[in-house]
């Protein structure tokens, strides 16, 4: 290895010792098992509506133009497996997001995987966010559509 070639490896090595930010990379889709233990909640239910926008990203914070498409989906509750405070009945607010433009192109999460439709029925594995009084589905595979 030429001391040019090494120099070059070191200062890469050393950036990422640095700025660990910048290594990101896709999450894994979780397991049966470990979607269980992380969600606060378990509902099944249907999508009553469902509504998006483009804005700014809130999870890519690097040096470019990061763009999320953020969706609002209205669920009515049909049956609660996990958690308190919401019952069969209920119409709760689950909040999801994918990326819609990375300039530069970036790895990194790529958000909720499964977005689903008006009418759809649905399983999700959700964390409650107290200060948006809504939902989130766990990441990547929080979203279940089912027949």
């Not at 497996?81 to 997001?97: F, M, N, S």
């Amino acid at each position: 290895m030429t001391l040019s070639r090494y120099a070059a490896g070191a200062s890469f090595a050393l950036l990422l010792l640095t700025f660990p930010e910048f290594i990101e990379a896709a999450i894994a889709p979780l397991s049966p098992e470990e979607k269980q233990e992380r969600s606060s909640h378990i509902v099944t239910g249907k999508v009553l509506e469902i509504t998006s926008s483009v804005g700014k990203s809130k999870v890519e914070k690097s040096f470019g133009i990061h763009r999320d498409r953020k969706y609002k989906i209205t669920v009515l509750v049909e049956t609660v497996e996990k958690g308190t405070g919401v019952t069969k009945g209920d119409k709760i607010l689950v909040l999801a997001w994918q990326p819609s433009m990375r300039v530069p192109p970036l790895p990194g999460p790529q958000g909720h995987e499964g977005i689903p439709k008006e009418g759809d029925r649905l399983t999700l594995f959700l964390k409650k966010l107290e200060k948006q009084g809504a939902f989130a589905p766990l990441l990547p595979n929080g979203i279940e559509t089912r027949e």
